[in-house]
């Protein structure tokens, strides 16, 4: 079966639904934690269950690497080999690939050539490698192989990889053979207004599952970001899922819901932890500051994750400031809970049609 | 309430017993595992609790350095500080401090100088302020303060440090002040038949609320071991608990039962969980064992842990070799569990009176 989503209320572009899987169906928006190498660090997929994890992301270029996509086949696929019964989303690999290309003449028509960022060995990945590999691990869902176009590269650069990535789209689509597994298209065309529209329209022409927004998170140009989403999001269809890739940040993905975006993923809540900070409605704390030495708080009065409900801030300072891995497993539990929290919480208001204000008040508290 | 020992049933010298304490009852033999910095490395309370620890152990020298007693006490005690409500034992600091202490010089009668681990300060403990941070610690079991004498001292050496460990006992017991707590006393006296006697007679004449054999965990050389066992245990009264310290090998806890001891710690399971090690009813397996790479059966076929439940060998290799922590955290679990499990094992034959054909079993099938 492939994956279906099921629109069941609109608050202006604000959307609530449904996606059905083979694993199961979770309500969206949802944030998606990733679990790189199938696991997200630390957690078991039990801990994931507890924080309300709908569906997890995994890299197809890590496990291509280690295991290796054969053994996890082997394993019965990724969720038996990782012991997950929830749906997985699977990425392309191409975002690595490309941040480990040298140059650009590592860039061809036929696929991408990298080093590997273990041992150093020269590697080559094209869209058909990427949907057999991704085909092999087994997950709910395959994304397309897509040029994660650098931000502010020239239009002529980004019209050539997006008219690219279209042919590799296509590619990735005609090689495709798993009928339990669903296909995403990735929309790019960079921050150029035309060239999002021709990708967009392009990519749902060809007909996929659901479709993916890239090369959005760029970092601090946030009226970039947002507008890319705009010029990505008004061509896609009602009845398919639409998953804004590695978007994390609280505010980036309350304006993402606010525009229509129905799934996120991000690093970000597992990467904050292992550094050790912790999401609040007020903005990131570090928890290796002084003034928690002797807070027997919890990090938020009133999350209802794991660790808030049983370890103080200085309990976790302790754990950090004596390297203690721990520390970083608490910091996992409650960032990836915060961020799915303020998913259910936007759920909600798109129910009772006070996205707008929710929105409001979110803005009014969360600083940094 | 001080802890007491209630003596069920013994097999020849084996004992199945229960120790009641303040923070609730367990069934000895019991294994304890050690929580260093208030944590059992990777872990939480609950998964103590579900791999069947009846009590951990606390390391009083890392928690005077970090947080620091007086945080601790602060937060209401150790058991609230981690969040852990059954019985915690803290250790007195002085293995840590002897193996810190540079030469010989650094030990008097007043107590051991030595330098941090951290950051190098010179610090000085006495049996007094060992008794006071446990006291602050609140822990459910104190140890006295004494010197884990090197193996293969001399005789002269080792007499003069089994009489100021005593004198460091009698100044412990009456620097201490936590009616809450228990206090037990340490037998030393190195490899020395009339020493181990004279140290656990005066031991006993003092008058603690349990007793533990000291300076046993020496490597190798098991007959000497399990031979000082012989020449303390024999001297220690039967209605209280009997704790061997730092034992923590399956078959070294095999014989300590044999002789009559309740209660034993080590890191074993922990560290070799960091190292990638598993035990097994046959000796201990490396995971990162090539030959594991396609092995998806757990690593123990009738384990009832978390981990064997639902991992397999191949998924936790993967772990390792991807450098990713969980797999220490599910190789900490059944580890643990292994040791607990063990004893559990040991409880069931004692009440059998088939001690000895227990024994001789787990002998049979162990190796290394």
Redesign the interface.
Known sequence: MKVEYELIHKDNNARYGKLHTNHGTFETPMFMPVGT???V?????DELKEVGSGIILSNTY?LWL??GED?VK???GLHK???YDGPILTDSGGFQVFSLAKNKNDITEEGVKFKSHIDGTKLFLTPEKSIEIQNKLDSDIAMSFDECIPPFSTYEYTKNSTERTLRWAKRGKDAFNNENQSLFGIVQGGAFEDLRKYSAEETVKMGFDGYAIGGVAIGEEKDVTYRMIDDSIRYLPEDKARYLMGVGEPLDIIEGIDKGVDMFDCVLPTRLARHGNAFTAYGKINLKNLKF??D?TPLEDDCDC?TCK???K??I???L??K???G???LSIHNIRFLIRLTEKARDAIKNDTYASFKEEIYSKYKN
């Open positions: 190498l199938a696991n660090k630390t957690l078991v997929p890590h280690r295991p053994i082997k394993a019965g080999f990782m012991d030495k002797e027997f794991y049983h370890f103080t200085a309990y300072r302790h754990l400031v004596s203690e891995s721990l970083g497993r608490l």
